[in-house]
């Protein structure tokens, strides 16, 4: 029983401590960390898509006919009259955006962050024996942990077990800044840990900074019973109100938004992620060392008139809203000049049924897409294009450990690449091995890495002017190291070492030969330490 | 340091031996035998009702928790519906979502202020409320069979929550498979899980997969084959809603569409539902010989599973809301007292508020508040009305009979975060500030030996709050709030001044309001 200890722990901590009690440490939570963990700058924004998000009607394989076969009524027509309504082709594949993700939105949305190297598209991306309950799902998504055991309980998200670890001594001690910020709603499992919440829930930031000042200074509680400790919790949450009260005020004052992108922050009249969005561009902006943010958009449990044959209802609004979120907060960022030290990331509980329903919607299903944004993803389509032939039971989607995501992949990557822990370090949030899906660079700002950056990654690939499909791999390092560079196709399947030698100080450039492997995209993952940067390959023949 | 006085029984039974960290929570439902006294009888107030006046805790010290427990659960026969209804509840209006944009927003305008109403008389209700206790069922079962006013982005005619929340009246404590019938052809239910869209042609498996899930085994108990096989027994069910749709049962009401149905077996829980003639496929027939038959089967496959569930959500709400392995022995004894008592609710709510477990010590002052017990139970204790119940609830994130999702609000630690804790401060500030000055003296003077400042405050508190807060907290309250440093004989005048005492006696009531036990109940 941890949170008992905890909870004795922290009696003792406030009768030694005066009155008002909870000690704050001089400690920010970027920066301040030892050597296995976080030592970055980088910041982590999760947008949580609540009810099951459509990938079938998100990311669309248009072309293969079994799709306007089994959706008869609400698959979007490549043939529609109106040319604003219908797919658009994501680069050179065969799958296509929805339309509301790119007209009609800031910038062409989706459309216009993938040209402009901002937006990953990962699909297929689940786990195995899917379960189709919104709750289970959101909870087996949240906390990291796969579990087919319904007696498993998840009580805690594989954030709030990252930063466990890196605070140990959370939350008798608590950093200067809230390590995650969840906008709206009550406080997700995402940021729960062992020792209780590691992040912070505002609704408006306004009425946050206004009502704040609540705590009173009465003592903690002695004893283990259950009234002690619920009254411990309570009186937690009421300090730490206070305490970060102060640092999002002045963040909040002190940023701002860029001029001309409106995100209706103060009417909410872009809808809420939107609005949602644009507070966390200016916390940002007015210097929050926050290092995850939360954002919430629900609606996606899309049974019934989910849309018609011209893209009207329920689901073309939210793909649009979130198309618009996100490329107005992406276009903040660049302009402001935060924007290699984030990245977003979509998540939702399952995709649904690929059969329609008899009410225009569709039911649970399995399998879905997923998005990553940011100027530091690899801008790109991974996973591979569902398959109708190979369904379930149920008649969904097959999870093929072959060909979909491990959902768990889109965070070891993170805990890896973006905040620079090492591969135990995964293994430990996410109590299993898992590798990551190399759909990143890291941020460019580690104080500490051998690779010297050019801004936009430590790896380049060049082509022979002989041969599309060989070249040479150039990085330059500070000093001598080791170093490994592997790859990986676009399933994010390891597909060979490149290199793996100790080498010396100064520039380097490796040949490559691409000519054994078949056409597509692949990743080139160099790493040295904790350290990673990644570039693109594309095969073609 | 706050000590939770150790009770007689507490010293019967050795507990004063035993170092209170190794103390678990293993009292059983054998009946707790002792009078309640002040303490006892407020913590029964306090969970099976929303919070208790004086004169309530007064007229309860002395009986047996039996004796009690009968009083505020009255008789399970008797609905007890409330003599006014909001004047809205039989208005009907076109179908706004086949109507112009200008209409729809008219009608769902309209709607969102019956809502608003609806809540404001269920919760005036419950501060009204003496004994029996009826309306902290009723909230119970609405959180338990969750239905959402506003869902995707239509709206629950407000008209249908208010039938809804009659039909939990009538079944709060009575028969739970008869109770799991009702809700599953309730027309709120039917409109809110998708029941009114679910046709022979493409079923809709929402409402059979809630069904299991949340509302009776819990997850684990089924397949998703089930699933598919109930969604199929619960086809053709519709509801009159607007007044351009057929109300063969009247408007509001559910009524069965036979070509919606299908009519092919069932098999369900691996038991069969025979196939059935088009002749007598009829809203009787299919209501008694499928819909029945298929709870009857899942009460006597998955009885165990439904039993311990149910209790578990019982002890939950009313207990704790955050059990551990301790209590699953206790669970399960209550849920072989419901099968024993074939799906009688009175039987286990008897039983379970008048058990040992009920009062043990860790469960007394445990459970964290639901903004409706937080805003019912300080109002009633007040006895000052609310100017502003929908706003409020939604400041705290409980807004009635719109649940943030199908599983309810989770509440223990949900319910108090940086954003809630601060507005639950501040209903509270604002409730005192809105007091007047005379409704003030005359709150003071309901406490016995109220001119005497140490007094009034601690019977305040032990009011208030479920434990009396230590020495330390008690002499600030008392000198520094109440008292403003005067002299603690100088107290008998400031109440002949008036001002003084009001002043003193409002800031002491917002210090209480900022304890974190005035959180807990």
């Known amino acids: ?541 | 340091m706050e000590t939770p006085s150790i009770n007689r029984r507490d010293f019967l039974r050795g507990n004063l031996n035993k170092s209170k960290n190794e103390r678990i929570l293993n009292d059983t439902l054998s009946p707790y035998s002792y009078p309640l006294d002040r303490k006892t009888a407020a913590h029964l107030l306090r969970r099976l009702s929303f919070a208790p006046t004086l004169q309530q805790i007064d007229s309860f010290v002395g009986k047996t928790a039996q004796e009690a427990v009968t009083i505020l659960l009255g008789d399970p026969n008797n609905e007890y519906q409330p003599a006014n209804s909001p004047a809205w509840i039989n208005l009907t209006t076109e179908n706004p979502y086949g109507a112009d944009i200008y209409t729809r927003f008219q009608i769902e305008g309209q709607w969102k202020s019956y809502h608003s109403n609806l809540q404001t008389w269920w919760v005036n209700l419950m501060i009204a409320e003496q004994t029996p206790s009826v309306e902290k069922l009723v909230h119970f079962w609405s959180n338990h069979f969750t239905t959402e006013f506003s869902y995707d982005d239509a709206y629950i005619p407000p008209q249908i929550l208010f039938r809804q929340l009659a039909m939990f009246r009538k079944n709060r404590l009575g028969d739970f498979k008869q109770f799991v019938e009702d809700v599953t052809l309730d027309p709120g239910m039917l409109v809110y899980l998708g029941g009114n869209l679910n046709t022979n042609r493409k079923p809709n498996e929402n409402y059979a997969r809630e069904l299991m899930e949340l509302y009776t085994t819990g997850i684990g108990h089924y397949t998703e084959g089930d699933v598919k096989e109930a969604a199929r027994v619960l086809t053709g069910w519709r509801v009159a809603r607007y007044n351009d749709e057929p109300a063969r049962n009247g408007i509001y009401n559910a009524y069965f569409q036979p070509t919606d149905h299908d009519t092919e077996a069932k098999q369900f829980l691996g038991r069969s539902i025979p196939a059935r003639d088009t002749a007598f496929n009829t809203e009787y027939l299919v209501k008694t010989e499928e819909i029945r038959t298929m709870l009857d089967i899942l009460f006597d496959v998955r009885k165990v599973a439904i039993a311990r569930f149910v209790s578990a959500k019982i002890y939950k709400y009313f207990f704790y809301s955050n059990p551990n392995e301790d209590v699953t022995d206790f669970i399960n004894e209550c849920g072989d007292l419901l099968i024993q008592n074939d799906f009688k609710l009175y039987p286990l709510f008897y039983a379970m508020f008048s058990s040992d477990h009920f009062f043990n010590q860790q469960i007394i002052g445990a459970q964290i508040k639901s903004p409706t017990e937080l805003i019912c139970g300080f109002s009633k204790a007040l006895k000052k009305g609310i100017a502003n119940i929908p706003g409020n609830l939604s400041a705290m994130e409980e807004i009635l009979i719109d649940p943030p999702t199908v599983q309810g609000w989770e509440a223990h630690h949900r319910w108090i975060t940086t954003k809630t804790f601060p507005n639950r401060v501040k209903f509270a500030k604002d409730l005192v500030n809105t007091m007047t000055d005379d409704e003030l003296i005359a709150f003071i003077k309901i406490y016995p030996a109220y001119d005497d400042a140490v007094e009034l405050v601690k019977n305040l508190c032990l009011h208030l709050l479920p434990f009396l807060p230590n020495q330390d907290v008690l002499d600030k309250f008392t000198n520094i709030t109440l008292l403003q440093n005067q002299p603690v004989y100088e107290w008998s005048d400031m109440i002949s001044d008036k001002a003084p005492a009001v002043r003193g006696m409002k800031a002491l009531l917002i210090e209480i309001a900022k304890n974190p036990a005035f959180q807990l109940c």
């Open chain 1, 1 to 541: 029983m941890k949170r008992r200890t905890l909870l004795k722990a922290g009696a003792l901590a406030g009768a030694a401590a005066s009155f008002r009690s909870i000690p704050l440490f001089a400690q920010n939570p970027i920066g301040a960390l030892g050597q296995n963990a976080i030592d970055n700058d980088a910041i982590l924004i999760i947008i949580q898509m609540f009810g099951g998000n459509d990938g079938l009607n998100t990311i669309i394989p248009v072309d293969d006919p079994r799709y306007v076969q089994i959706r008869p009524n609400i698959s979007v027509k490549k043939d529609n009259v109106d040319a604003t309504k219908r797919p658009v082709r994501i680069l050179s594949s065969d799958m296509y955006f929805h339309p509301a993700l790119v007209n009609g939105v800031h910038k062409n949305g989706f459309l216009g962050l993938m040209d402009a190297g901002r937006l990953a598209v990962i699909q297929g991306t689940g786990y195995e024996n899917p379960n189709l309950s919104h709750f289970r799902s959101t909870d087996i998504w949240l906390s990291g942990l796969n579990t087919s055991d319904p007696a498993n309980r998840l009580n805690e998200g594989w954030v709030g077990r990252m930063f466990e670890k890196n605070y140990p001594e959370f939350p008798m001690v608590i950093p200067e800044h809230p390590l995650c910020l969840q906008l709206g709603g009550s406080l997700s499992m995402l940021l729960q840990s062992d020792k209780g919440d590691m992040g912070l829930a505002i609704g408006d930031v306004d009425s946050f900074v206004k009502d704040g000042g609540t705590s009173s200074d009465s003592p903690m509680m002695g004893g283990t019973s259950n009234y002690a400790n619920e009254y411990n919790y309570i009186r937690s949450i009421a300090a730490k109100g206070d305490a970060y009260n102060k640092v999002i005020e002045e963040a909040w004052k002190k940023g701002t938004n860029t001029t001309g992108i409106d995100f209706a922050i103060a009417n909410g009249a872009k809808g809420s992620l939107v609005r949602q969005m644009g507070i966390i561009s200016r916390l940002i902006s007015g210097g929050l060392k926050t290092k995850v943010y939360l954002a919430n958009i629900g609606g996606f449990d899309t049974h019934v008139q989910q849309q018609d044959t011209s893209n009207n209802g329920q689901h073309p609004a939210l793909l649009n809203q979130l198309a618009n979120a996100v490329s107005m907060f992406m276009d903040d960022a660049v302009q402001q000049g935060f924007a290699n030290r984030v990245v977003g990331l979509t998540v939702s509980e399952f995709g649904r049924r690929p059969y329609e329903n008899g009410s225009n919607g569709t039911d649970h299903g399995t399998t879905s897409v997923q998005f990553a944004f940011g100027t530091r993803v690899q801008a790109n389509i991974f996973g591979a294009n569902p398959d109708f032939s190979d369904l379930d039971r149920n008649g969904d989607l097959a999870f093929d450990m072959n060909r979909n995501i491990d959902y768990r992949r889109l965070y070891s990557e993170i805990i890896q690449t973006w905040f620079g822990g090492s591969a135990d370090d995964s293994k430990d949030i996410l109590k299993d091995r898992v590798v990551p899906l190399p759909y990143l660079q890291s941020p460019i700002a580690s104080l500490n890495d051998p690779i010297m950056n050019y801004g936009n990654g430590g790896l380049r690939f060049s082509n022979d002017i002989a041969s599309s499909n060989s070249g040479y791999l150039h990085f330059e390092v500070k000093k001598d190291c080791h170093v490994t560079i592997r790859l990986y196709d676009s399933l994010g399947k390891f597909a060979g070492n490149l290199f793996d030698s100790y080498i010396i100080a100064g520039n380097h450039s490796i040949p490559v030969d691409m000519s054994v492997h078949a056409s597509g995209m692949y990743i080139c993952e160099l790493s040295t330490g904790n350290f990673r940067h990644t570039t693109s390959i594309i095969v073609r023949k």
